[in-house]
């Protein structure tokens, strides 16, 4: 008989529910959900306001990254097809996100703003190849919606919150000029019988 009272109280909650508004998130791919200003996800490498790849192959992503899953392949020093000068270059970039632990390190290193983070729900992969980010994948990344970080920014708030640094100390006063090698001057020899010059 107990069991029975709860079914039907469990089944009165049910029915109510039903006709309440919703107040849950929608679902990623149902849209309309306005992400974080911060949200950051997966990761591109873009362009350079020439239409150069930005990416120079430094390698400072590459270094900091605490999971050592970013591989980065200089190319060397080349002419920009867009300008002619000459330009540090990446042949190789991959990028593993399955050990991804989105700290944002790479980009907060990156002299060039090259590579961003995605301000877009990952979309779930049904296999670790599919989380792996070939160069090509991270180039085609270019046209997601970005999250809001960028190397330059990301410094530059950096600096501002850092604490200035002690002004210089003053200058000390120059030491007295005794030159070696010229004798001080010698005081004034009194007159003879000791007493005082009229
Ligand atoms: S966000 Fe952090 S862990 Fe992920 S690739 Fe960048 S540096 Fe590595
Ligand atoms: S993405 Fe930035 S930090 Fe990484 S190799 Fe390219 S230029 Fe250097």
Redesign the pocket.
């Known amino acids: 008989m107990i069991g029975l009272l709860q079914a039907f109280s469990a089944l009165r909650i049910t029915g109510l529910n039903l006709f309440r508004a919703k107040n849950t998130e929608p679902l990623p791919w149902d849209g309309g959900r306005v992400r974080p200003e911060r949200y950051r996800t997966s990761f591109a490498l873009v362009h350079n306001s020439d239409g150069d790849e930005a990416c120079i192959g430094c390698k400072m992503?590459e270094k900091?990254?605490?999971?050592q899953?970013?591989t980065v392949v200089p190319g060397g020093r080349a002419p920009s097809p867009n300008t002619g000068k000459p330009r540090g270059t990446a042949k190789d970039f991959t990028?593993d996100v399955n050990a991804?632990?989105?700290?944002?390190?790479?980009v907060q290193v990156c002299p060039e703003d090259a590579i961003v983070m995605l301000r877009v729900p990952e979309v779930p992969g049904f296999s670790r190849e599919e989380l792996f980010l070939s160069m090509e994948k991270l180039y085609a990344n270019e046209k997601v919606p970005a999250s809001w970080g960028t190397g330059a920014l990301l410094i530059g708030m950096q600096a501002e919150g850092q604490p200035k640094p002690p002004p210089p100390p003053a200058k000390a006063a120059p030491p007295p000029a005794t030159t070696a090698g010229v004798p001080e001057a010698t005081p004034p020899a009194p007159a003879a019988g000791g007493g005082e010059t009229p």
């Open positions: 992503c900091i990254c605490p999971s899953i970013i990028l991804c632990i989105h700290c944002e390190l790479c």
